[in-house]
């Protein structure tokens, strides 16, 4: 009667376990998490449906016993991983990271993982297993990537916005010892909204931004700041030379809608740190610079004085 009441004992002990899985798997599925359980001895990784399914894997494409999944961790990525575990084994605290890994078909995927040590070896201490889960979080990351392009970024030249810029002079006024400002003026552009609407404006402005771009060095950086106003940060030994190329770029006529037309630049130059130690008084002492340029007869540079 013993043996057979303690059969009975195991064997509901069992059932109860095989419930508590299949919960923690629906819980596992619903949430959508890729699950993960490393035998850190053997370096053996068991890995959930889910989880290769963010990697654009299936079962079959994968051999089961020993995968070393870092391969596929972003190189730039690779460290933070490292360290996680190296943290999570020595203060035996879970972890939570953010990290980008190759899909199959060759882009990024970005993963918010978490692990912990789940089993250690009695007498030494030694981690044995760990264990954790992975989401997919790319679509959130893309999202805060494109709100951060919005928010520094002219969304109609997709060149830098003024925010950028301030950025751009701040973090460049501490490492070069002399930049040059020069503050763009299309000249005679009104006529042109006023004549054919903003939406030739808009595709106008757009061609003068691709033509300056084309004026430019890896190292110079364009930002639009206004409606026909653009600002460039370059070198003073560059300053003069790329002015005569930035007027010589808008020589060749625009054709849209069957109209063609000319247009010209004013430009205002002023050089840190001379004319300016700030981003307000560079930006204010290139636009006097300008309508110095505009008034002198427009379609040439001047620096300001």
């Known amino acids: 009667g013993l043996i057979k009441a303690k059969i009975f004992q195991i064997v509901s002990m069992q059932k109860k376990l095989k419930e508590h899985e299949q919960r923690l798997e629906y819980v596992i599925q619903g949430a959508n998490l890729g699950y993960w359980d490393w035998d850190y001895v053997n370096h053996k990784h068991v890995v959930n449906d889910t989880w290769l399914s963010f990697l654009g894997l299936k079962r079959k494409d994968i051999d089961e016993l020993d995968k070393d999944w870092s391969e596929r961790i972003h190189p730039e990525d690779k460290m933070i991983a490292q360290k996680a575990v190296e943290y999570t084994i020595k203060n035996n605290l879970p972890y939570v990271i953010e990290f980008r890994m190759r899909h199959a078909d060759g882009h990024w995927v970005w993963i918010e993982g978490s692990g912990a040590v789940v089993e250690r070896d009695e007498n030494t201490g030694e981690p044995l297993r760990l264990a954790g889960t992975n ?15 919005l928010a520094l970024n002219d969304p109609l030249t997709k060149l830098p916005n003024r925010v950028y810029l301030k950025q751009e002079l701040e973090k460049r006024l501490i490492e070069e010892p ?59 030994s560059q300053s003069v030379i790329l002015s005569e190329r930035l007027i010589q770029s808008l020589c060749v006529p625009f054709h849209i809608n069957n109209e063609q037309f000319t247009l010209g630049v004013s430009i205002g130059i002023a050089i840190a740190p001379q004319d300016g130690e700030s981003f307000e008084e560079l930006f204010k002492n290139a636009d006097t610079a300008m309508y110095v340029a505009k008034s002198s007869g427009k379609n040439r540079y001047a620096f300001y004085t």
Do not use: P, W
């Open 135 to 149: 989401r997919d979080i790319s679509s959130r990351k893309n999202a805060q990537k494109e709100m951060l392009f």
């Open 178 to 236: 002399e930049l040059c400002f020069l503050f763009l003026d299309l000249d005679f552009f009104k006529n042109i909204n006023d004549l054919y609407g903003h939406s030739v404006g808009d595709i106008v402005i757009q061609e003068a931004a691709e033509r300056f771009k084309a004026c430019l060095t890896k190292h110079e950086f364009i930002s639009r700041v206004g409606g026909d106003e653009f600002v460039i940060i370059t070198t003073k």
